[in-house]
């Protein structure tokens, strides 16, 4: 049995840099999540996904950051011209159909530099 | 939306003790209240999670509590070892997206 699956699990990027993450949800698991983690702070909803389609954006999300699920299984969360404010742990989580328990991945550590 | 308050920050036991965390929400709407433990580097691991409508829940050394009315839940951690030594975080949620709070970090001495 795999959990939830993230690349890279760490990424160093110049600022101005494009990155994309990657998150592989648990095996028939309908609902993604994406949080950011900085030090010292709990996880900080970002967007939710049911299937493909994208249903709560939070305002953390600005207009730099887009999150894609084609075929509602892998997910991508990319940051565009990122900045050293953007320098987190991007977490994502699944949870199945009917559940209320969500199951986080390892996380991705960004470091803009 | 929810806000979630969580105290203490910093939690510094001896080994054997016992630890409490406690934790408050904002909406009433909330009926799922989980826990999680984080180490260093990794994500979050659910340790035990409630829902409202029971009080009280346990899980060998852990236990929650929850006080729907005072809209409060806590973490009780008996006979703590230092495997214990990480952050927590509870979280309240009703609508699939749970919000969490700042977590607390316990240090458990040998």
């Known amino acids: 049995d795999t959990g939830v699956s993230q690349d890279p699990r760490h990424k160093i990027t110049k600022r101005g840099q494009n990155v994309t993450f990657r998150c592989d949800p648990i095996?028939?698991?309908?609902?993604l999540y994406w949080y950011r983690q900085t030090l010292g702070q709990g996880p900080e909803f970002l967007t939710y996904?049911?299937?493909?389609?994208?249903?709560?954006k939070s305002r953390l999300l600005s207009d730099r950051f887009s999150a894609e699920r084609p075929k509602g299984s892998f997910s991508t969360l990319e940051i565009q011209r990122t900045e050293q404010g953007d320098s987190a742990m991007y977490l994502c989580?699944?949870?199945?159909?009917?559940?209320?328990?969500?199951?986080f991945g390892e996380g991705s550590w960004l470091t803009v530099v | 939306g929810e806000n979630v308050e969580q105290h203490p920050s910093t939690l510094s036991v001896q080994e054997g003790d016992s630890a409490v965390i406690k934790c408050t929400y904002s909406?009433?709407?909330?009926?799922?209240f989980p826990w999680y433990k984080q180490e260093l580097g990794k994500g979050p691991q659910l340790i035990i999670d409630?829902?409202?409508?029971?009080g009280e829940k346990k899980d060998q050394r852990i236990a929650v509590t929850l006080n729907k009315t005072a809209k409060h839940f806590s973490l009780h951690i008996t006979e703590t070892q230092p495997e214990d030594s990480a952050v927590y975080f509870c979280?309240?949620?009703?609508?699939?997206?749970?919000?969490f709070g700042r977590g607390t970090s316990l240090i458990v001495h040998p």
């Open positions: 989580a699944s949870s199945p159909e009917g559940g209320d328990t969500i199951y």
């Open positions: 095996s028939e698991h309908n609902r």
């Open positions: 996904f049911q299937n493909e389609a994208q249903l709560e």
């Open positions: 909406d009433s709407a909330s009926n799922y």
């Open positions: 409630i829902r409202s409508n029971v």
């Open positions: 979280a309240a949620g009703g609508s699939y997206i749970p919000t």
